[in-house]
């Protein structure tokens, strides 16, 4: 459940939508009539934001945590659609043709979100150009990823398509670092092994296997719901 309600600490209220891209070149004023219409919540690691049997006509704007979209078969089976991060937006609003249908949304980190009702997202979002423009652009690449990994099923081999969930998300992970603008050199994927196979479509068993086979030949080291790409040129290569 919802631990908290943000929305009255006065100090930094903006911090929810600060940094975040999609607002990036509002004004303080702009970005605190925002604010006032988002209050945060927070959710603990596990806990469910979204779920078909609670369904709710709102937009998450994620600031803090990951998320994971996920469905679940007739068989039990939790088939992971995609993990979101900080500074991106989610949740069940047609107004933006954004849908979860049958989806879940779960905190695998602790999580911060803004929230939005179907109201506000009218009145502050899509009639700001600039705002509706980027969002369009969130939609067309989640879109598009999902297109490439339905793709990946079909015509890559598991481990290929666990090399490229791995390349993806260490790509994702890299952020500048220093005055210098350098990425680290060494990107670090916080998933078990359970999370990953979700992502790349088998089982838990096989992506621990080929895990291992990637970490014995020196692409990664595996520790604990953590995995470290040492060598992406050649893990890319593995990708296909």
Known sequence: MIERDHAADDPGRTW???????????????MGAIAA??????????????????????????????VRIFRVSADGRA???AIIS????????????????DNFA?????????????ADVQRFLLS????????????????ADLEQRLSDTVFKSVPQRIATTLTTLASRSQTPTGRLGLTT??????????????LAGTSRETTTKVLHEFADRGLLRLARGR???LNQTRLLDEAG
């Open 128 to 143: 700001d150009a600039r705002i509706a423009a980027r969002i369009t652009e969130i939609l067309g690449r989640r879109l």
């Open 79 to 81: 088939l992971t659609c």
């Open 16 to 30: 929810c939508i600060s940094e975040v891209d999609i607002f990036r070149d509002l004004s303080e004023q702009e």
């Open 227 to 229: 995995i470290t790409v």
């Open 106 to 118: 779960e905190a695998l980190d602790d999580v911060t979100v803004c929230v939005m009702s179907r």
């Open 185 to 198: 050199r060494h990107p670090q994927i916080a998933l078990t092994h359970e999370q990953l196979a979700a």
């Open 37 to 66: 219409a988002a209050p945060m919540k927070t959710y603990t690691a596990g806990e469910i934001l979204h779920s078909p049997q609670q369904p709710s006509e709102v937009l998450f704007i994620l600031k803090k945590g990951r």
């Open 86 to 101: 900080p500074g991106t937006i989610f949740g069940e609003m047609a107004l933006l043709g954004q849908r979860m249908y």
